[in-house]
C-alpha cells in the first residue's frame, strides 16, 4: 500500500476467488501500516532519504518546540533560537514533502503536524481567527499604535504626519528623544506626554501620569521605563502604560563577533534583567484599578517563559487578532515580535496590524479595540 502511494488504504478488501470481504473493519492493515513504517518503503535512496527526512524533521520539530518553550530565557542557545530567525525551521520542508508525496504519502501523517508544530508554537505563526469573534459592534473602537521611533533622527515622516497616516486615537513611541518629543508637542489636536524617553500623544486629555521608579534597575544595567497615563475616555477613566524593558542584544552582538564566552555571560545577564523588569511592570500595573492598555517595546517575544509567567492572562492583541508572524524588530532577515499591545478584560480585541516601514529598526504595531465594558 506505501507503494502505491497510499492510494489504495481504504479500499475494501476482498479475497478474489470467493470475493469475501477481508479484514473489513482494517484493524490488521492499519498495525500492518504502522509497524511497516519503522522502516523505509524500499531501499532506493530516494525512498530512505524521504523516510530519513521524515524522521530528522521530526525530530527538528520536537527540539525546536522544547527549547521555545521551556528553554527559552533559561539557557542561552535556546534564548538565541527564541531571538532568531525561527521561520528557518520550515525551510527542510521545501525538500521533504515534494519527497514525501511522491514517494510514500503516508509519510505526510507525520510531517503535516510536524510542520504545524513549528508554524505554531514554534515560529509564532498567527492567523487571526479569534478576531471573528469580537464583541458588540455598538461599542466604539478604539485604534492604539506602539513604535519604538529609534530616536526620531531617521524617520522619514514627521510626528504630524505620522499621527495623521496612523488615524489611530492613541500613540506611545518609545525612543522618543527630545527634539523628536517637542515636534510631537506642537501638532495640533493631540495632548502629549514625554519623559524617560517614552512619548504619548492621545486625542484624550491625560489627567494624570505616574512613572514606575527604576532607580535600582538601572544601577544593573537595565532599562525599566514604565509610566502609566489616565486619560479622559469621553468622561471615563482609562489607562495606558507605556514601556521600554531592557534587551539582549549586547550578549547576541558579543557571540557573533566570536567572544563566546563574553557573550553568553551577557545573555544569561540580560535574561535575567528581562526577568526582572517584566515582574516589575506587572506588578507595576496592579496597582492601578480599571480598563487597562499596556503598550511598548517588550525586548521579548510571546513564547518568551518570563513574558509568559508575568503577561500570559493579558489579551495579546496580535496573538489573538494579528494574521502572519508579525516580526516589528528589524534586523535584517531575522524579524522577532517584540513590540506587544495588550489590554486587560475591560477590551475586547477587534484587530491588529503591522504598519509600514517609516525609518526606524522597529515596526509600528496597531491594534482596535473594542469597550470599555
Known amino acids: 500500500m506505501r507503494l502505491a502511494g497510499g492510494l489504495k488504504f481504504f479500499s475494501a478488501a476482498r479475497c478474489p476467488t470467493c470475493l469475501a470481504s477481508v479484514d473489513p473493519n482494517r484493524t490488521k492493515r492499519v498495525m500492518r501500516w504502522l509497524k511497516n513504517l519503522r522502516k523505509p518503503v524500499s531501499k532506493g535512496v530516494i525512498d530512505r532519504g524521504a523516510w530519513w527526512g521524515t524522521v530528522g524533521y521530526l ?4 527540539v525546536g518546540w522544547v527549547m521555545i518553550s521551556a528553554l527559552g530565557d533559561r539557557w542561552w542557545p535556546a534564548t538565541v533560537l ?8 520550515l525551510l527542510p520542508l521545501i525538500v521533504v514533502v515534494p519527497l514525501a508525496a511522491l514517494r510514500d504519502r503516508s509519510l505526510l501523517f507525520f510531517l503535516v503536524p510536524a510542520s504545524l508544530l513549528v508554524l505554531g508554537p514554534v515560529v509564532g505563526y498567527q ?3 479569534r478576531s471573528l469573534f469580537a464583541g458588540d459592534p455598538a461599542v466604539p473602537d478604539l485604534r492604539v499604535v506602539s513604535f519604538n521611533a529609534e530616536g526620531g533622527g531617521s524617520l522619514v515622516w514627521s510626528p504630524a504626519n505620522l499621527l495623521a497616516e496612523w488615524e489611530a486615537e492613541i500613540v506611545a513611541f518609545q525612543e522618543c528623544d527630545s527634539k523628536f518629543a517637542s515636534n510631537l508637542g506642537q501638532v495640533p489636536g493631540w495632548h502629549v506626554d514625554a519623559r524617560a524617553g517614552l512619548c504619548l500623544a492621545s486625542r484624550f486629555e491625560i489627567i494624570d501620569v505616574r512613572e514606575m521608579d527604576r532607580e535600582a534597575l538601572e544601577f544593573a544595567g537595565g532599562s525599566g521605563r514604565v509610566v502609566t497615563y489616565e486619560l479622559d475616555f469621553d468622561g471615563d477613566p482609562i489607562l495606558v ?8 542584544r549586547a550578549g547576541f552582538e558579543l557571540i557573533r563577533s566570536g567572544r563566546l564566552t563574553d557573550g553568553i555571560a551577557k545573555v544569561r545577564e540580560k535574561s535575567l ?4 523588569e517584566l515582574r516589575r511592570a506587572k506588578f507595576w500595573t496592579e496597582l ?3 480598563p487597562h492598555i499596556v503598550t511598548g517595546d517588550f525586548n521579548t517575544p510571546v513564547e518568551s517563559r518570563s513574558y509568559r509567567e508575568f ?3 493579558w489579551q495579546n492583541s496580535y496573538s489573538l487578532a494579528g494574521s502572519g508572524i508579525g516580526g516589528t524588530r528589524l534586523n535584517g532577515w531575522i524579524r522577532v515580535r517584540i513590540d506587544h499591545i495588550l489590554a486587560n478584560s475591560r477590551w475586547t480585541v477587534v484587530d491588529a496590524w503591522l504598519k509600514t516601514d517609516v525609518g526606524s ?5 496597531a491594534a482596535r479595540l473594542r469597550g470599555p465594558y
Open 361 to 365: 529598526d522597529h515596526l509600528p504595531i
Open 273 to 276: 534583567l528581562r526577568r526582572v
Open 82 to 89: 527564541l531571538f532568531g530567525p525561527r521561520w528557518v525551521l
Open 241 to 248: 502604560t507605556n514601556l521600554h524593558l531592557e534587551t539582549p
Open 288 to 290: 492601578f484599578h480599571g
Open 59 to 62: 525530530a527538528l520539530a520536537l
Open 311 to 313: 503577561w500570559d492572562e
Open 127 to 129: 492567523t487571526g481567527w
